[in-house]
């Protein structure tokens, strides 16, 4: 990067610590402009998520906008690279006066950018909120569980539903989510008193042969597992554990994955949101029309889109006078919870220093290569 280019970085960023100058807005026939980092390329890739927020929008803009001025989505790729992260904030809030940030899905931007939106009194309702500063910042408000409450949940799962005794969690682990993952496990035990009887967050792309071996003569009944699919159901049927209720985080809820899972494993997914492969379900109508429409990839990660558009819209609404930046917050922090069908409990942004208001997760299980939606509705761990 140039001096120049550093010594401008620097000036914002001052500027935003001290006097989180910047009011965002525009007068009454500009766009309300939103601002939203994704990783559209890098090792975390969310692609279909800014044209599905933008759709969104586009439908709104068709009927007239928001008292007839029309939403414009800046998106900024920062793919996973936490400079490029940090820069897209900062232009977004300083060059292009943003009101919000809408339906972000960077797997650093929270961490890196959290102090910003605070300074800035700006903020930020992502898509998918992924590393644990996401749900613990005061101006920050994903409209996912998160794959921290995602894995209480899933453990919640094994245990009282499953009815698993010998519970165990092999992870790859991000750098920072450690803490998250401990969390998760904790808050599990407290609900019922149980523990892991393996934890092991060491588990690489390589070999599972090891860690199954192991596995299998601890014992588990329930593995929760998060990494590589067909390598490693390909390994354990190998070690004929077909016995075994190897339960998968929401990344691994594809299409493909599916596919690559042998006849006769016992393989389930937690779900974020209601099963996408189940357009009937609640919500789902709403999302798939609007990715049908505008040939958006139909993943989980765009009814996170969907979702995160529609609630800023619903509250974009609610304000009475000049849509600022500053009305925008204090709208957000002021609002009703929203009950929104595609997830388990309401969503709301409210006054707190942490958010993480959307709990719970639905199932699905691979059944002759594809996913077949569970009958039971959202597990809430500790809702009876």
């Keep these: 990067m140039k001096r120049s280019h550093l010594a401008a970085s620097a000036a914002l960023a001052l500027c935003l610590a001290v006097t989180a100058c910047g009011g965002g807005g525009g007068g009454p026939g500009d766009p309300i402009k939103v601002g939203s980092i994704n990783g559209v390329t890098g090792l975390f890739q969310t692609p279909e998520v800014p044209p599905a927020v933008k759709a969104v929008f586009e439908e709104v803009n068709a009927a007239g906008g928001i008292n007839g001025r029309k939403i414009e989505l800046i998106s900024r790729d920062d793919a996973m690279n936490p400079q490029r992260s940090t820069e897209a904030a900062l232009e977004l809030i300083e060059s292009e006066n943003v009101v919000a940030l809408v339906g972000s899905s960077s797997a650093v931007d929270c961490g890196l950018n959290r102090a910003t939106y605070s300074n800035a009194g700006i903020v930020s309702i992502p898509a998918i909120g992924v590393d644990p500063a996401c749900f613990t910042s005061p101006n920050i408000a994903p409209v996912n569980p998160g794959p921290f409450k995602l894995i209480t949940a899933m453990l919640y799962y094994a245990s009282e539903t499953l009815k698993r005794d010998k519970v165990c969690l092999y992870f790859t682990v991000l750098p920072g989510s450690g803490g998250g993952i401990d969390n998760a496990i904790k808050e599990w035990t407290g609900l019922t008193g149980k523990s892991l009887a393996v934890k092991d967050t060491s588990v690489g792309q390589g070999d599972p042969t090891p860690y199954l071996v192991k596995a299998k003569s601890s014992g588990c009944q329930a593995i929760l597992y998060n990494a590589q699919v067909g390598p490693w159901f390909a390994q354990a049927k190998t070690q004929g554990m077909q016995d075994v209720d190897f339960i998968m985080a929401a990344n691994s809820y594809t299409d493909a994955n599916a596919e690559v899972i042998p006849d006769g494993m016992k393989a389930y997914a937690g779900t974020e949101w209601q099963p996408y492969t189940d357009e009937s379900l609640p919500g789902n109508q709403r999302w798939a029309q609007v990715i049908d429409k505008n040939k958006i990839q139909k993943t989980a990660f765009s009814q ?35 009950d929104y069908p595609m997830v388990g409990t309401p969503w709301v942004f409210g006054p707190g220093e942490a958010h993480n208001p959307i709990e719970g997760s639905r199932f699905v299980k691979v059944n002759g290569g594809k996913w077949e939606v569970l009958p039971e509705d959202f597990i809430v761990p500790g809702r009876k």
């Excluded at 974009?316 to 609002?335: C, N, P, Q, Y």
């Design 304 to 338: 996170g889109a969907v979702m995160a558009a529609d609630v800023f819209v619903q509250v974009l609404k609610s304000i009475k006078g000049d849509i600022t930046r500053e009305s925008v917050t204090a709208a957000f922090k002021g609002m009703q919870p929203i």
